[in-house]
DNA sequence: AATTCATATGATTTGCAAGTCATACGACTA
DNA sequence: TAGTCGTATGACTTGCAAATCATATGAATT
């Protein structure tokens, strides 16, 4: 069924943490240590959250030493997140969470 | 944070069953009957889940007699589905369920 | 070579969203 | 007005994804 691989692609995006690691690499690639700090969660939680972001192709990694520096895939991801943020606008008002 | 609302929001898609309704409801509005019998699922969860969709207004509802036929947001949804299949055309090859 | 640093990995636990079950409700029909 | 049809609702259960915990790996530093 076709609905799979857009059920394992919209699970990497329906879920917190992986939103905000998301959102801050926006700006520009980080390694592990910064996206850390920058959003207070666990190491380890985080690696597993990084690792599926990037089976998916919604990240990609390079290494550097002995750290990884994590970047979004700018291309196909900034516009899915601009058309969901238009829709939120329009459409999610009185929604519980918007 | 801004994330609550998108998390929201991509959840409704992170789900196979409302994603076949999402999919069924491409083509042309439908009863909560019709939907039923295409996508073989029970009536209960069925209804659960329309409402759901309904919440962020990726589905709307309109009532005629007892039943309710249900249509998908096609202005704003359908292009997201698009940007997300191009995505995964491109980008999950090699993905697990792509 | 031992230690530390940056990060990954696998096993286990847990929280919650989604499904199930039972029931309710409102609209139509006889 | 009793019955049935189409659908919704609320309480309960469950499955699974995500967090946690403990440990491993590999690269740098001493």
Redesign the pocket.
């Known amino acids: 069924m076709i609905c799979k691989s857009y059920d394992y692609f919209f ?1 990497k995006f ?4 992986n939103l905000e690691i998301i959102f801050l690499l926006k700006s520009w690639p980080m ?3 910064m996206i850390i700090e920058k959003t207070g ?5 985080t ?6 972001l990037c089976d998916c192709n919604i990240l990609k ?1 390079e290494k550097r ?4 520096f994590y970047s979004l895939n700018k291309e196909t991801v900034l516009p899915i997140l601009e058309l969901v943020q238009k829709h939120i606008r329009k459409n999610c008002k009185g929604c519980k969470y918007a």
Do not use: I, W, Y
């Not at 329906?14 to 943490?17: D, E, P, Y």
């Not at 690696?47 to 599926?52: G, P, T």
């Open positions: 699970t329906a879920n917190r943490a390694n592990v240590k969660r666990e190491q380890s939680a690696s597993h959250n990084l690792k599926k990694v030493g002995r750290e990884r």
